[in-house]
């Protein structure tokens, strides 16, 4: 399973991308407006910490400005993937985009019936977003275990990036399942990298250590 950063804080991705665990990084509006920089200059940043796939959010709402959007974005750097929002303008700038070999992350899914039309259009990725789905009642997780079974029936190449990501078990569901990708928030990564008896047991060793004659 690839991991992804879901952040734009430049010194989060530089602290994940040092323990070499980082494949790529999603970043939307909403993150950038929190990282209180320019969109381009943060981007940029990025693609020079991390080499992978690094997804750039559009935020018109038309399909003919989403694809010069998309163009604009897809000429920072190689690495990027332009997200894309599922509605029907959206689809309409896919299909676009991925003749022009333009990468895509389809973003706001909630249901596989979603994921399915994104994929038939070209999409290279799909993100369902389990937490928003699991507040609404129903379990984001089915549709995750749905899409990815429907994209192995038929063989496409996109991938599903688990999104809207709460607590490290969604992470460890998501890979039993056998999605493709996990974007994580860094405080999720953290608690997924630490354990109170990992930090109970270096405590022992260490005490054990000094009553070894020296």
């Known amino acids: 399973m690839k991991f992804f950063l879901d952040t734009a804080i430049v010194e989060d ?7 070499g ?32 796939p690094i997804s750039a959010e559009a935020v018109s709402l038309e399909a003919e400005k989403m694809v010069e959007e ?37 973003t706001l899914i909630f249901s596989a019936s ?15 977003f389990i937490g928003r789905i699991d507040d609404t009642g129903a379990r984001g997780m089915n549709v995750v275990e749905e899409t990815v079974e429907i994209f192995e029936n038929y063989g496409y190449q996109t991938e599903v990036i688990v999104a809207s990501i709460r607590h490290p078990l969604h992470v460890i569901e998501a890979a039993v399942i056998g999605a493709h990708i996990a974007t994580i928030p860094p405080p999720i990564l953290k608690k997924m990298i630490s354990h109170p008896l990992t930090d109970k047991g270096v405590k022992m060793f260490l005490e054990d250590w000094k009553k070894v004659p020296k």
Request: hydrophobic letters at 45%; charged letters at 25%.
């Open 114 to 128: 979603q994921a399915l039309i994104a994929a038939k259009v070209g999409a290279n990725y799909v993100s369902p």
């Open 21 to 52: 665990i980082v494949d790529g990084v999603t970043t939307n509006p909403s993150l950038i407006a929190r990282s209180g920089r320019k969109f381009e200059e943060v981007v940029k940043e990025i693609t020079e910490i991390v080499d992978g």
């Open 70 to 106: 998309a163009r604009k974005l897809a000429k920072i750097h190689k690495n990027i993937v332009v997200k894309i929002p599922f509605i029907e303008e959206g689809i309409k700038a896919v299909k676009v985009l991925s003749k022009e070999g333009i990468r895509t992350n389809v």
């Open 13 to 19: 991705i530089r602290w994940a991308a040092n323990l």
